[in-house]
């Protein structure tokens, strides 16, 4: 659970119906937060989070020679962390963001990412995501609440 500037509880992410496709809602209260937990949303689509068992740490660096929009730079990390997890059949529990910087001439994320190799005798696959989208996507910050939240669609 968040805790808001003003004592107001949040989860850190809640996933809400929509259409055909899936949507989550993420916070938190810094923008590695807000990424954070909008990747273990992501992963609670997939996967029972609690199922898997932080066997290794997997490094993950986003770099780009120029400034981008948060909500893109967002989409990155969740594509390629979903990436990792169609291609080397891994799945994460843990999301750590070591940096994240956005400014006039980088945008960069370094993170630390733990779970381990998907066993389907161990793991159910809930849902198969094709990709995060850019519909509806907008990052708000509630300055009173000190809080960021983000609504993201995923195609699955």
Sequence with gaps: MLKSNDG???????????????????????????????AEGMFSLIIDIES????????MKINLREKIG?????????EKILY???????????????DLINNESESRISALLKGEKI?????????QI???TYHNLFIKQDNEAGIFTV??????
Excluded: C, T
Aim: proline share 1%.
């Design 84 to 98: 990792l997890n169609e291609v080397n059949d891994l799945i994460f529990s843990e999301f750590k963001i070591i």
């Design 119 to 127: 066993n389907l005798k161990k793991h159910e696959i809930f849902l």
């Design 8 to 38: 107001q509880d949040f989860k850190r992410y809640v996933v809400m119906d929509y259409l055909s496709d899936v949507l989550i809602r993420a916070y938190g209260k810094s923008i590695k937060e807000l990424f954070e937990n909008a």
């Design 52 to 59: 898997i068992e932080k066997k290794f740490e997997k490094k």
């Design 151 to 156: 609504d993201i669609v995923f195609d699955v």
């Design 70 to 78: 948060l909500e893109d730079l967002l989409i990155i990390w969740l």
């Design 130 to 132: 094709k990709a995060p």
